[in-house]
């Protein structure tokens, strides 16, 4: 898995002074392109110009689900049936925290480029997003903001044992959302997911989606924009508060 060929993510820079960045997820099967629709959602009120956007390409592996064939997928996925029980099951331990490596690895870049890791937020959907979900929670610096659409805690049964001691990001805050017709990922994973969480003493908003599917809706992607415009607001914008005082 650590020979993987990686393509370079598709990237959108800060429209303005670059002050902060966004790392977003795509889920199995697809490429960072299905998420640049997205982007230009979020960017079009303005709010986020000094927000560059980073979206990675997953390498192509084999997807148990997927009769052994090959597809971009973060990890290997034995069933892919709706219920909590087969995506908890027989997780890809080794290919999960070899894409952990890989995000753990984006954001230090960005830190290294001169953005506070308390201006990096990282998400995304489905797989995408149970990547960005777990590879925030355990990474080593603490990050402005983590979102997970219609997505799950990776390897919850051991998850206490695999974050950094101390934990940089226990009050980060966390932003899922879920459909409740979603046919992929049970909606009832994702409640359980965001439980767990809680109950672990995490800082998680959980948003539900009555009739929504295994997708995201105008009105989810306007509540992720708001989200990340309060995780990320304009350095400016602080700027001229301190002048006028």
């Known amino acids: 898995m650590a020979s993987l060929a990686r393509r370079p993510p598709l990237l959108f820079p800060a429209v303005a002074r670059h002050t902060a960045t966004v790392i977003f997820?795509?889920?199995?099967g697809d490429t960072g392109h299905g998420w640049a629709s997205a982007v230009e959602q979020w960017r079009r009120r303005q709010r986020l110009d000094e927000v560059k956007f980073i979206l990675p390409h997953a390498p192509s592996i084999p997807i148990t689900?997927?009769?052994g064939m090959k597809m971009p997928g973060w990890y290997d996925i034995v069933a892919i049936d709706g219920s909590a029980e087969s995506l908890r099951r027989n997780e890809d331990e080794p290919g999960i925290l070899t894409s952990q490596a890989y995000f753990h690895d984006l954001i230090q870049k960005e830190i290294d480029s001169g953005i506070p890791a308390d201006r990096i937020v990282i998400g995304g959907f489905s797989q995408g997003g149970a990547m960005g979900l777990?590879?925030?929670?355990?990474?080593?610096?603490?990050?402005?903001?983590?979102?997970a659409l219609s997505t799950y805690l990776l390897l919850s049964l051991k998850f206490a044992e695999l974050v950094p001691k101390p934990e940089f990001n226990k009050e980060t805050p966390i932003f899922m959302a879920h459909g409740?017709?979603?046919p992929v990922v049970n909606y009832k994973l994702g409640t359980m997911s965001r439980d767990l969480l809680k109950e672990m003493g995490y800082n998680v908003k959980f948003e539900t989606y009555p009739g929504m599917g295994h997708t995201a809706c105008l009105e989810e992607l306007d509540a992720v924009e708001d989200f990340l415009t309060e995780r990320l607001p304009k350095v400016a914008d602080k700027s001229e508060e301190k002048s006028e005082l």
């Open 134 to 147: 777990f590879s925030g929670l355990t990474a080593k610096s603490k990050l402005a903001g983590i979102v």
């Open 65 to 67: 689900a997927n009769m």
């Open 180 to 182: 409740t017709a979603d």
């Open 25 to 28: 997820v795509h889920g199995l």
